[in-house]
């Protein structure tokens, strides 16, 4: 059985969220949404599961919605799923895929699966997104061989028997190597007042309030977005949420108070200090 050419790019998918390894061929959104990951193994030629193709798939659409400004990008999802006659990888009995249901999220996947996925992310560019076959072609080289030839992350002469393979971790990267350009200062469609891309980062999706972003949930005494942020917290609130009230404890005990554009610093219960966190 000939393999479904593809390229294989360098790095892997962690188990669940991210690639590992800093690659300056990474799209920038993979890095803004937490697709990297520095501690994650290396394994282009690991085999794919559910749970990771659902997992950049989700944050793919995404960053696409956003990038299109359309208020209409669900009407045009569904639509491009919705003749399958156009599109050659279809699942008869779910020919939209749903990528947030939490099933099966350890079974393997195959090509065929694979590229039915990603398949409408090139297709809803060129139908919706003004993107050309010419422009979907230059994207694709932006990260993958400078002659690429297909619109598509894959080679659509190859036979249709390589999509009983197995889908491996380096062609799942570079079936979603998208590349619209970085986000840009400010990503929050949900209109919370929280950055989105905080809340991939801190909790692999939206829908997420204050009090959770503000939250402590591994009991480290650091908040989430603290953790989703590197510790750099001017971007990632706007106007409406009032830092100056925040407060939680600390490691030592204390409490921690966060002085916006000053830093967080606990208290010493001993002493009454404060201590730069």
């Known amino acids: 059985m000939k393999p479904f050419a593809f390229l294989l790019l360098a790095a892997c998918l962690a188990y669940a969220p991210c690639f590992a390894e800093d690659n300056p061929d990474y799209p920038p959104w993979w890095y803004e949404?937490?697709?990297?990951?520095?501690?994650?193994?290396?394994?282009?030629?690991s085999p794919v599961n559910q749970g990771q193709l659902k997992n950049i798939a989700v944050r793919a659409q995404a960053y696409v919605k956003f990038m299109l400004h359309d208020s209409s990008f669900e009407a045009y999802w569904a639509a491009v799923y919705a003749d399958p006659d156009r599109n050659p990888y279809t699942n008869d009995s779910q020919p939209v895929p749903v990528l947030t249901n939490t099933g099966n999220n350890q079974v393997l996947v195959n090509q065929g699966q694979g590229k039915h996925v990603a398949w409408g992310f090139y297709e809803?560019?060129?139908?919706?997104?003004?993107?050309t076959e010419a422009d979907i072609k230059q994207m694709l080289r932006l990260h993958g061989p400078s002659d690429w030839p297909s619109r598509f992350p894959w080679d659509p002469s190859v036979g249709a028997t390589a999509n009983t393979s197995p889908l491996l971790i380096g062609q799942l990267k570079f079936m979603f190597a998208l590349d619209l350009g970085e986000i840009g200062p400010w990503m929050d469609t949900d209109n919370d007042g929280i950055d989105d891309r905080v809340e991939w980062r801190a909790f692999n999706g939206l829908g997420y309030g204050v009090d959770d972003i503000l939250s402590d949930l591994d009991g480290d005494c650091y908040l989430r977005f603290l953790e989703a942020t590197g510790g750099d917290y001017s971007s990632a609130f706007d106007e409406s949420v009032d830092l100056d009230a925040i407060t939680w404890r600390g490691s030592q005990g204390g409490p921690v108070i966060l002085l916006p554009d000053r830093g967080a610093y606990e208290v010493s219960v001993d002493t009454l200090t404060l201590n730069t966190r």
Request: proline share 5%.
């Open 124 to 131: 809803l560019l060129n139908r919706f997104g003004n993107k």
């Open 33 to 45: 949404m937490g697709l990297v990951n520095s501690a994650a193994p290396a394994g282009n030629h």
